[in-house]
């Protein structure tokens, strides 16, 4: 059997309703029929009249001046719609958080891909040809690629000092610590870039109209950014610029911001050709223009006491933001709460930074900061086990955050988690005392190698501290006159499961029939803004307000029809008539109010980072073949405490889903670059894991409950991609001997330590 | 998509002859396509120059797997899948069944044909080494005739091979004399299934009398063509099939090897895993021969 | 490169999903276009166009094939079966059936293509092993489920009586 399935092991659930049936059962998947009938409908299986579509011209040097441009000889120009920063009516930005980003380059590249100016023709086949005929001439400025050249500042690219953001959090005080410790470990831990790699490239179809002004159509996790950055573009009111979501083909974050960017170039040739336009990027492009994980550089030099406690410590996290500065602050800020793990430290100084390189922008993938940074802290902790002659088990279990001790950044762990339990739980569920017990063994004689690894973490759900707040998210659920009921919001689907959580939600809330409620098509001229589905917040928060605007509704039959409080679904219905006949509408609207007694300190970077933690434990149990070098994943155990599960299939596919994802970080996708630009941008040489590579993933989950959390259920989405590498790379290491402390790592590092070890050639034996 | 299919022409004549005079009017002008499993990758990234192209798929000539007491005669037209399914060639030409199976996946294995594989010429082809092991010949033929060639004369260089304008591959012939052989394969690739090989090995063993009386090893990645290693076969000659054997034949490995640094893997790694490809080889022939 | 002469269209006769079409297109489209483009059957994506990730995945008289890979022409006389052609009166196929209970679409992109591999995979081997499942789907990429919930979702339409 390949998944074990769901098995609760303890359930304790606080806020629960007591007759749950719609919650936490495996309801059918809203728009599963469409999906497996070919009926769903993505950006580019949609042509509109008249349609033409668009093409983007893009910097082929890291960094310079644009000198001039040519339209060569052998294109019919006058065929073609050609749009440049010149023709941007509004802000030539990508709004985000700086403004930093240019629509398109205006005289200046600061990354190779950076879009220059965009092309429409109506055939589609004769794009590429024209962009060909494009001839730019530069004058090359002089760039930097990592981390340590940002650092340098030999070369400024931006701002004052190539920083686009830095957090400092101090707790306790580091006086005195390194003097009482019995050791001082350091450790430098690394992680590369990774494409988010959603199957379905980015695409947008814009269309532009004096009266209703701008309509964009496409792949995408957050209409109403799209929405405020079109605003910006365009020069239009909020009323004059509608976004709608198109069946979304995978996004895993890499569909946050940039959408922003091509909504804009199709609304702007849609403006100028008077015609609709479709950009579809194919995967060549949109490998190497679009946004990748933050590669990252942790460092750490830890207290502990003799007995392996730690007593403190200093935590110094750079991450390469690229060219722009995106999201670059909110992922450092994620990757630096996260950065202590789900360990006590009494005392610890985070410095972090994220910089400049002239590499297209980084952005959004899945975690959001925070693998890179638990990747350094599970790798730090085996090496603090291994200096100070303890096992991986004994040093977590020692140092494990308890009820009533706080976090790094002074939060109070209220509820009754128990991470020895969930520790002891994983061990059980992996067999990893006899396994690790057994590999010691065959190992002496084995040519392929075994070993047993654990990661232990958290990850906090919502937005950072008063992040919900300044979201003020609004969602909607409107009745109709038949008495089906619709969800209204800006959350948008694209796998997770989204449309059925929220669906199931409103229908336990109100208890009605599942199949009577719908979710409305994101679309901001009918869905209010809900807040971007990002920050796994969309089952936790945006559920919440959902279930209050449902009971809100029913209250709002309850004054009008006199509606029972425990009504049939018939009643409903008689209801739901009587008050649209009278009233015209019935939709109820609930908004985010921020939980009192919750503290953050912006300035500080303390107090309350998130709502909620979900907590996990995961085992990874892997082989070396000594032959090839290369590493397989032969078991795996994800067993993490998640509030409440909402939907046993959906909750499982999720943890599987970033479980793989997070396999292809640690062993498989590399992203090679050259002068900041992605050289193996083809499915062919960017390796993801297929379906022959991937053990089976045993998923189990605990469910403790979440006062603030729909149901009890806290964000699970991001979760998945934080244990994985880190409890591969710790069984490497329980395999060979060798601690390697960078991902991704691939066949040829693991040989070339080797051979470092031992100078001959390595044969087997 | 970055090609206009407005300026490429593709014909399909019916049969093998209508094919071959077309491209004996137009010496060098059209260029076969079989299955499209490589062409068109190229095409669609906006990178085929050739634009007149003659379609060989499915032409009954060419996809015809036919069996003689001596020898198999595989049409160049052959998939992947057509190597898979056939049973004289699942039992008495494994090498050659393992690289089938391990190139691409199920839908490419079943477009990706044997000639195509073999004209492509890619150094990191799977079946390539295997047809050099199993002593593979080819029938070229054209529009002025046929012609045999030993399949080890077929690669020249990199991405140069023996065939003339207008000629193509027809059949592949092995000869049916390995059945007694143990066979070792092995493609090491980035991942399990739909990777291109950073190295791959076809070797072939015969230990009688407790020494190895015929060792064939081939491999493909460390060369700008699939690759036999004569000294190492040489080296194991008349020997006994044993660690230091292995180890002995390791070592001879890396002088022949021209392997190089690319998006894919590295000198040192292909040289190194080569090696103990190479090893693992002849240890499995030695358990073998111990177990007999 | 100096371009030849524009090409003229030439009519394309095949069955697809059953039924005789005919399409007036330039040779070398690929097949995944014509689908899409000339008969309106979007099922089939293009995830690479480069034969890796199997979204565009259709049957070609039966086998099955990477439809950005297939230049039209040579699928002249054919028979092709997309998603679309899946649903029998209205009916799922037990494949579909079971995709949708055992959640094996999340988002969807990769999950016509999975579905025909799947079908393929059934017609070759009814009760497939474990081995078999992974080597059939290996050309299949999906970036969401991990391949755990297609495997079950395989399995169960495979095998509907049984239990875990």
């Not at chain 1, 590499?359 to 990747?375: D, I, K, N, S």
């Not at chain 1, 795996?636 to 405490?641: I, P, T």
């Not at chain 2, 081939?218 to 194991?236: I, N, Q, Y």
Request: hydrophobic share 40%.
């Amino acid at each position: 059997m390949v998944l074990a399935g769901l098995r609760l092991l303890h359930t304790d659930e606080p806020n629960a309703l007591p007759h749950e049936h719609i919650v936490g059962t495996p309801v059918p998947r809203k728009e599963g029929l469409d999906k497996v009938t070919g009926r769903a409908r993505y950006v580019d299986d949609i042509a509109l009249p008249g349609m033409l579509y668009g093409q983007t011209v893009r910097s082929t040097i890291p960094r310079g001046r644009i000198r001039e441009i040519r339209y060569g000889s052998g294109v019919d120009w006058t065929e073609y719609v050609i749009v440049t920063a010149k023709d941007i009516p509004g802000r030539n930005v990508v709004a985000l958080i700086l403004d930093d980003q240019p629509c398109l380059a205006d005289g200046v590249v600061n990354h190779p891909e950076e879009p220059i100016l965009l092309l429409a023709h109506p055939d589609r086949h004769q794009l590429s040809r024209a962009a060909e005929a494009i001839e730019i001439t530069y004058d090359p400025l002089p760039a930097i690629f990592s981390i340590e050249e940002s650092e340098r500042q030999s070369e400024v690219i931006w701002g004052t000092d190539n920083v686009f953001k830095s957090f400092l959090v101090e707790k306790g005080s580091l006086e005195g610590i390194w003097e009482r410790a019995a050791h001082v470990v350091e450790g430098e831990y690394s992680t590369g870039a990774q494409e988010q790699l959603y199957i379905e490239n980015n695409g947008m179809i814009g269309a532009y109209d004096e009266e209703a002004g701008v309509t964009v159509w496409g792949s995408l996790q957050c209409p109403y950014y799209v929405h405020k950055a079109l605003m910006a573009v365009f020069a239009l009111p909020e009323e004059k610029v509608r976004v709608v979501q198109m069946e979304t083909g995978g996004a895993f974050g890499g569909k946050e911001e940039y959408p922003s960017m091509i909504a804009a170039h199709a609304g702007l040739l849609a403006m100028k050709a008077k015609r609709s336009v479709k950009i579809v990027y194919d995967r060549l492009e949109d490998m190497a223009a679009t946004t990748k994980r933050h590669p990252s550089r942790t460092r750490h030099r830890t207290a502990v006491d003799a007995n392996g406690i730690i007593l403190g410590g200093e935590i110094d996290i750079t991450m390469d933001g690229g060219a722009y500065a995106t999201l670059s602050s909110v992922v450092l800020s994620r990757g630096t709460i996260h950065a202590g793990g789900p360990y006590y430290w009494p005392n610890v100084t985070i410095r972090s930074k994220a910089v400049a390189t002239n590499a297209p922008p980084q952005g959004a993938f899945r975690g959001f900061g925070a693998p890179q940074t638990l990747f350094a802290m599970e790798r730090h902790i085996e090496h603090i086990a291994e200096v100070v002659g303890i096992s991986p088990v004994e040093i977590r279990k020692r140092n494990f955050l308890k009820p009533g001790m706080t976090t790094t950044t002074d939060q109070l762990i209220r509820e009754n988690i128990d991470l020895e339990e969930l520790l002891d739980h994983a061990l059980e569920l992996s067999q990893y005392r006899d396994k690790k017990q057994r590999f010691t063994q065959q190992n002496e004689r084995a040519n392929v190698k075994k070993g047993m690894g654990i990661a232990a973490f958290l990850h906090g759900a919502g937005f950072t501290g008063s992040g919900e707040r300044y979201l003020n998210s609004l969602v909607g659920v409107e009745a109709l006159a038949d008495g089906t009921v619709r969800v209204l919001v800006s959350s948008a689907e694209f796998g997770q499961g989204t449309n059925t959580v929220l669906c199931q939600i409103a229908a336990e809330a109100l208890n009605i029939p599942y199949d009577r409620v719908t979710i409305a098509q994101p679309d901001t001229s009918v869905v209010p803004n809900s807040g971007p589905t990002v920050a796994s917040r969309t089952a936790m928060i945006v559920g919440n307000l959902v279930r209050s605007a449902a009971v809100g509704l029913a209250q709002t039959l309850e004054a009008s029809c006199g509606l029972s409080r425990s009504f049939t679904y018939e009643e409903f219905r008689q209801a739901c008539r009587k008050h649209i006949e009278e009233h015209g509408q019935l939709k109820s609207l609930s908004r985010y109010e921020a939980p009192p007694g919750i503290f953050w300190d912006d300035q500080k970077y303390r107090g309350e980072a998130y709502a909620a933690f979900a907590w996990a434990i995961y085992v990874a149990e892997v082989s070396i073949d000594l032959t090839t070098y290369s590493v397989s994943v032969d078991d795996f155990v994800a067993l993490q405490e998640i509030g409440k599960v909402l939907h046993p299939r959906l909750a499982e596919g999720q943890i599987a889903g970033g479980v793989a994802q997070a396999i292809g970080f640690a062993l498989y996708e590399k992203v090679v670059w050259q002068m900041g630009r992605m050289q193996n941008h083809q499915m062919t040489n960017y390796i993801m894991p297929t379906s022959a590579d991937l053990p089976p993933i045993r998923v189990f989950f605990k469910e403790l409950g979440n006062v603030h959390g729909a149901y009890g259920a806290k964000g699970i989405g991001e979760l998945p991609m934080d244990g994985p590498a880190p409890a591969i790379v710790n069984a490497i290491q329980d395999a060979l001997g060798i601690p390697f402390d960078y991902i991704p790592l691939l066949p040829e590092d693991i040989y070339q330590r080797l051979a470092i070890q031992s100078p001959a050639p390595v044969v087997e034996g | 998509m970055r090609a206009d299919p407005s300026h490429y022409e593709l014909v399909a004549p019916q049969n093998l002859e209508a094919v071959l005079a077309l491209m004996d009017r137009e010496p060098g002008a059209w260029t076969p396509i079989a299955g499209g499993t490589d062409l068109m990758v190229l095409y669609a990234a906006g990178k085929l120059p050739a634009c007149k192209l003659v379609s060989i798929w499915n032409l009954p000539e060419l996809r015809q797997i036919e069996v003689l007491p001596e020898e198999i005669r595989m049409g160049a037209g052959c998939t992947y899948t057509d190597l898979r399914t056939n049973d004289i060639i699942a039992r008495e030409f494994p090498l050659l069944a393992s690289a089938a199976a391990w190139t691409g996946g199920i839908a490419n294995q079943n477009r990706g044909t044997v000639g195509g594989n073999i004209v492509n010429a890619s150094p990191a082809a799977d079946s390539l080494p295997a047809l050099l092991v199993y002593e593979a010949s080819l029938t070229l033929v054209s529009a002025r005739g046929e012609r045999k060639l030993p399949y080890g004369q077929f690669h020249q260089a990199y991405k140069r091979h023996a065939l003339q304008p207008g000629e193509l591959i027809r059949t592949i012939r092995l000869p049916r004399r390995f059945s007694g052989y143990f066979s070792y394969a092995r493609k090491v690739g980035a991942r399990r299934a739909q990777a291109i090989a950073k190295v791959c090995i076809a070797a072939l063993g015969k230990v009688e009398g407790g020494k190895i009386v015929d060792a064939r090893i081939a491999l493909g990645s460390v060369a700008p063509v699939p690759l036999r290693l004569g000294d190492t076969e040489e080296a194991l000659l008349g020997k006994n099939p044993e660690r230091e054997l292995a180890t002995l034949a390791a070592q001879t490995v890396a002088r022949q090897i021209q392997p190089i640094d690319d998006i894919r893997s590295t000198v040192r790694y292909r040289t190194a895993v080569a090696a103990n490809l190479v090893a693992e080889f002849v240890e499995a022939l030695g358990s073998q021969a111990g177990r007999e | 490169m100096a371009l030849i002469p524009e090409t003229a269209k030439q009519t394309i006769e095949l069955r697809v999903n059953g039924l005789p079409r005919s399409v007036l297109v330039r040779p070398m489209e690929r097949l995944l276009d014509v689908l899409r483009h000339e008969l309106g059957l979007t099922g089939a994506k293009e995830g690479c166009g480069e034969g890796e990730c199997g979204s565009c995945s259709v049957l070609l008289d039966g086998q099955l094939v990477n439809s950005c890979l297939v230049p039209i022409a040579q699928a002249h006389g054919s028979s092709v079966l997309t998603i679309e052609g899946l649903t029998a009166d209205k009916r799922l196929h037990p494949l579909q059936q079971a995709f949708l209970s055992c959640n094996g679409a999340q988002c969807g992109i990769c999950t016509p293509g999975m579905i025909l591999a799947a079908v393929h995979l059934l017609n070759k081997h009814p009760e497939p092993t474990l081995a078999e499942i992974r080597e059939g789907l290996s050309g299949n990429l999906c970036r969401c489920t991990g391949y755990s919930q297609i495997f079950e979702a395989i399995r169960q339409a495979a095998n509907p009586g049984a239990s875990e």
